[in-house]
């Protein structure tokens, strides 16, 4: 049995990751956003931010040898319609296909498939209520929340159609609520070796709710590295936090540890 991950709630060990992360010569934060920074939402442009979690991220990428991160399965331009920072936090979207400031490749095998693909699942959104298909960079995926709060049996019944249509050469991913299709091997996984390397950090820590978010989790070397689950459910990180609320707790405490451990170096 594995020791990990960690309840938040047992102070002391949850205390002892966060000094060893605080104390690191170069720290990268990243953080997810639905789900971890803010509430998920049927109005994906609604959705409710915890303004702790905010102002501490922003703080973070304010400190020397520290930088702060949002990394989400939002393409880039939606992600920055509910996002409110910007550089110095660094931007990843599309499940880290898209990095801000960055171009991303595109072409015309892609854009067929995701033509096609885009097809076949709006002809199984025009079969329920509240299922539709939300159409990004790299991506379309079906979205079922709505039809899963009034009718779980029918939303299961639509993402098994949505599951049964052919990926290709592409790809298939599940979250909560939606099977989404790809035209891009980039993962969040990726993006973050990608950009530890970028800015040489020598610990990051990785926070996120979702399914996807374990390939973030799988890349870090923890607990040199750490990952943040949020909510229940299998994981590879190494610290469980309750809810997104636990989440702005335990920013707000990195970042305290982390703003004593630079002003004692000095
Ligand atoms: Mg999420």
């Given at each position: 049995?594995?020791?990990?991950?960690?309840?938040?709630?047992?102070?002391?060990?949850?205390e002892e990751l966060i000094d060893k992360l605080a104390s690191t010569p170069?720290l990268?934060v990243?953080?997810?956003?639905?789900?971890?920074?803010?509430?998920?939402?049927?109005?994906?442009?609604?959705?409710?931010?915890?303004?702790?979690?905010?102002?501490a991220?922003?703080a973070f990428?304010q400190l020397p040898d520290t930088?702060?991160?949002?990394?989400?399965?939002?393409?880039?331009?939606?992600?920055?319609?509910?996002?409110?920072?910007?550089?110095?936090?660094?931007?990843?979207?599309?499940?880290?296909?898209?990095?801000?400031?960055?171009?991303?490749?595109?072409?015309?095998?892609?854009?067929?498939?995701?033509?096609?693909?885009?097809?076949?699942?709006?002809?199984?959104?025009?079969?329920?209520?509240?299922?539709?298909?939300?159409?990004?960079?790299?991506?379309?995926?079906?979205?079922?929340?709505?039809?899963?709060?009034?009718?779980?049996?029918?939303?299961?019944?639509?993402?098994?159609?949505?599951?049964?249509?052919?990926?290709?050469?592409?790809?298939?991913?599940?979250?909560?609520?939606?099977?989404?299709?790809?035209?891009?091997?980039?993962?969040?996984?990726?993006?973050?070796?990608?950009?530890?390397?970028?800015?040489?950090?020598?610990?990051?820590?990785?926070?996120?709710?979702?399914?996807?978010?374990?390939?973030?989790?799988?890349?870090?070397?923890?607990?040199?590295?750490?990952?943040?689950?949020?909510?229940?459910?299998?994981?590879?990180?190494?610290?469980?936090?309750?809810?997104?609320?636990?989440?702005?707790?335990?920013l707000q405490a990195l970042l305290t540890a982390r703003q004593n451990f630079l002003a004692a170096r000095q």
């Open positions: 049995m594995s020791d990990f991950p960690i309840d938040f709630r047992e102070s002391a060990k949850a170069r990268f990243i953080s997810d956003y639905d789900g971890t920074l803010a509430h998920h939402s049927t109005d994906i442009y609604g959705v409710e931010v915890n303004h702790d979690s905010i102002d991220l922003g990428a930088f702060a991160a949002a990394l989400s399965g939002r393409h880039l331009d939606g992600l920055k319609q509910v996002f409110p920072l910007r550089d110095p936090v660094m931007l990843g979207g599309s499940h880290g296909a898209e990095t801000e400031g960055e171009e991303t490749p595109f072409d015309e095998d892609m854009q067929r498939f995701l033509e096609r693909v885009g097809g076949e699942l709006e002809a199984i959104a025009a079969d329920y209520e509240g299922v539709f298909v939300e159409s990004k960079p790299f991506h379309r995926g079906l979205h079922v929340k709505a039809l899963a709060e009034r009718n779980p049996q029918q939303a299961e019944e639509a993402l098994e159609r949505g599951r049964a249509v052919d990926p290709g050469e592409y790809f298939l991913t599940e979250g909560k609520n939606i099977v989404e299709f790809s035209a891009t091997t980039a993962t969040k996984g990726k993006w973050i070796d990608a950009e530890r390397q970028a800015v040489d950090a020598t610990a990051v820590v990785f926070l996120g709710d979702d399914v996807t978010d374990e390939q973030g989790f799988d890349v870090l070397n923890q607990p040199t590295d750490l990952g943040v689950k949020v909510g229940a459910g299998a994981t590879a990180a190494y610290l469980r936090v309750a809810d997104i609320d636990e989440v702005a707790t335990f």
